[in-house]
């Protein structure tokens, strides 16, 4: 898929600028995955290429909803220029490779949305690799798992997205647990009203959201968590590096959300991420919420336009039938 032609005029000379050299831009390809935002492939006359981050509106598939531009609320839509900057240079502070920067346009030189342009990683994704070579990943794997040790020393004492803590400010809430319990509690009546089996089970998921929260005991200090990190969201690249991409969504909270979306991605798989010491209450109560929330997104999600939709009803079945499994006597 190509871009609209005034988005290739901004990306070409955002291209130029980035790449320089007296390169000029010879094609453009959005690439597959992006929800929030427009990932552009973008390659030069000589061959060079690169990949072009654009937020804005129009590549963005999700149904507006209330309290979208909450920046206070750690679980609210991660998208923007602000959010991916911050989250990129906690993570390289920390060691943990991302795509490298090549130009960041702050001042819209390039067009009024949020756009970056970063270095192109042509290898697969871990997704891909684990599927293909599984010896071959293990290496990756425990590489990633080094990266995520780095994350979880990383405390902080307020929870919250990278951007709001960094900068000093609070969060909304009382602690990650109450977060996700409001949260979870606002999928549910989402997915009630979207489909009549979780209508029918919603009684009996709203008693058991409240005795998992009930269940779970105070915490004073926050890892950094990528928040969605799935094995499509990490590159290899060709040293055999694991690569974290989109990262506007990167926060301090409690380490079991990152694992318990870990466990659900990568299944039987996930075993060399598994450290040692998460709290037992707070995995139960995140994996009831994550199901309902990988229930609830895709189904409101499929109120839009969104291009791959089998894809994404396939997810919301899937995790549906999941989230109705976990309170199934």
Same mark, same amino acid.
């Given at each position: ?7 290739? /005029? ?14 000029? =831009? ?8 992006? $929800? ?38 750690? =679980? $609210? ?6 959010? +991916?900057?911050?989250?990129?240079? *906690? ?14 346009? !702050? ?31 293990? @290496? #990756? ?17 307020? &929870? ?14 009382? $602690?990650? /647990? ?11 009546? /989402?997915?009630? $009203? ?13 008693? *058991? ?8 005991? @105070?915490?004073?200090? &926050? ?7 799935? @094995? ?25 959300? /990152?694992?318990? +979306?870990? *466990? ?5 798989? &996930? *075993? ?33 336009? +969104?291009?791959?939709?089998? +894809? ?8 549906? !039938?999941?989230?109705?499994?976990? #309170? !199934?006597?």
């Amino acid at each position: 898929m190509g871009a609209r032609a005034g988005t290739r /005029e901004r990306l070409a000379g955002a291209a130029r600028a980035a790449l320089g050299g007296g390169r000029r =831009l010879a094609g453009v390809e959005r690439l597959a995955g992006g $929800s929030k935002k427009g990932v552009y492939r973008l390659t030069m006359d000589d061959a060079t290429t690169a990949i072009g981050y654009l937020w804005d509106t129009a590549e963005n598939y999700w149904p507006a909803a209330e309290g979208d531009d909450d920046l206070t609320d750690p =679980l $609210s839509p991660a998208a923007g220029l602000d959010l +991916f900057e911050a989250a990129h240079t *906690r993570l390289d502070g920390l060691g943990v490779r991302v795509p490298a920067i090549r130009l960041i346009d !702050r001042d819209g030189v390039h067009g009024p949305a949020g756009l970056v342009i970063v270095e192109d990683l042509r290898g697969e994704t871990l997704e891909g690799l684990l599927a293909r070579d599984p010896r071959a990943a293990a @290496p #990756v794997m425990a590489r990633l798992a080094a990266a995520l040790e780095a994350m979880a020393h990383h405390r902080a004492a307020g &929870y919250g997205k990278v951007a709001v803590v960094d900068r000093g400010d609070t969060s909304r809430g009382t $602690s990650c /647990e109450d977060i996700v319990l409001r949260r979870a509690l606002r999928d549910l009546t /989402e997915a009630a $009203s979207r489909d009549p089996r979780i209508a029918q089970a919603r009684p009996r998921l709203e008693e *058991r959201l409240l005795e998992l929260a009930a269940a779970v005991r @105070p915490r004073r200090d &926050y890892a950094v968590v990528h928040g969605e990190l799935g @094995p499509d969201h990490v590159l290899v690249d060709p040293a055999g590096h694991p690569v974290l991409i989109d990262i506007e969504g990167l926060m301090y909270f409690d380490v079991e959300w /990152e694992h318990v +979306f870990l *466990r659900i991605r990568l299944h039987d798989r &996930y *075993r060399p991420l598994e450290p040692d010491g998460l709290d037992e209450d707070r995995l139960a109560l995140y994996l009831l919420a994550q199901r309902l929330s990988l229930t609830a997104g895709p189904l409101r999600l499929l109120d839009g336009d +969104f291009p791959d939709r089998a +894809f994404m009803a396939d997810i919301a079945e899937h995790n549906l !039938r999941e989230t109705l499994d976990l #309170v !199934r006597g």
